[in-house]
């Protein structure tokens, strides 16, 4: 569930979408405090924009 560290279940895809927008252009010392707000690992987020991209690669194929 959003807020607690966990490994991201309980996060809707729309949720992990916002956080991973809301984060792109943070500095690191924003990003920890909001890490922390959140109950987020930096690497959960990584996972998040990495699956958003791929979503987005995907989508972008011809076909």
Not at 20 to 47: F, I
């Amino acid at each position: 569930m959003p807020g607690n560290r966990n490994t991201g279940e309980g996060w809707s895809a729309e949720a992990r979408l916002a956080v991973v927008v809301e984060t792109a252009s943070m500095s690191e010392a924003e990003l920890s405090a909001y890490y922390r707000e959140k109950g987020l690992y930096p690497e959960q987020v990584q996972r998040w924009k990495e699956a958003c991209l791929s979503g987005c690669r995907h989508a972008a194929r011809p076909g």
